[in-house]
C-alpha cells in the first residue's frame, strides 16, 4: 500500500501588496474531531498531531489507483482574481510513491518532486 502523507500549510494572498490569509483554518488547528472548514472528500485520511508551522496537518493515503483530498469547505477562489498559494508537503518514510496534487480543483499542480 502506497502511504503518503501531506503536510499542507495555505497561504493565500489577493495581489502582492495586501496580502492577507484567505484560507479558514489554513493550518488546521481548530476543530473538535475534524478540522473546521475541511473534509475529506473520500479514501483514507487523518488530522495529524504535528505539523510544520503549529501542531496540527493533515494526510491522505492511498494505493496508486484512487485519488482523495483535504478539500476547504468554507471559502472559494473568486473568478478574474489573482492568488498566491504556499503550501508545505512531505512523504512519509514508508511511502512507496504517489503524487500529491495541490491547489484550486481548478487550477492545480502535481507535486511529484516531494522529498
Known amino acids: 500500500m502506497r502511504v503518503l502523507l501531506l503536510l499542507v500549510t495555505i497561504f493565500c494572498w489577493f495581489g502582492f501588496s495586501h496580502a ?3 484560507v479558514p483554518n489554513s493550518s488546521f488547528e481548530l476543530g473538535l474531531t475534524n478540522p473546521n472548514s475541511w ?3 473520500s479514501g483514507d485520511g487523518k488530522w495529524e ?4 508551522t503549529g501542531k496540527r496537518s493533515v ?6 489507483n484512487d ?5 476547504c469547505i468554507d471559502w472559494k477562489p473568486e473568478f478574474g ?3 498566491r498559494i504556499r503550501y508545505f508537503v512531505c512523504r512519509s518514510p ?3 510513491g504517489g503524487t500529491p496534487i495541490t491547489g484550486f480543483s481548478t487550477v492545480n499542480r502535481d507535486a511529484w ?3
Open 81 to 83: 482574481r489573482l492568488y
Open 113 to 115: 518532486d516531494v522529498p
Open 67 to 71: 485519488s482523495n483530498a483535504w478539500e
Open 39 to 41: 473534509r475529506l472528500n
Open 94 to 96: 514508508e511511502s512507496a
Open 49 to 52: 498531531r504535528f505539523g510544520k
Open 59 to 64: 494526510s491522505v493515503t492511498g494505493k496508486g
Open 20 to 22: 492577507q490569509n484567505l
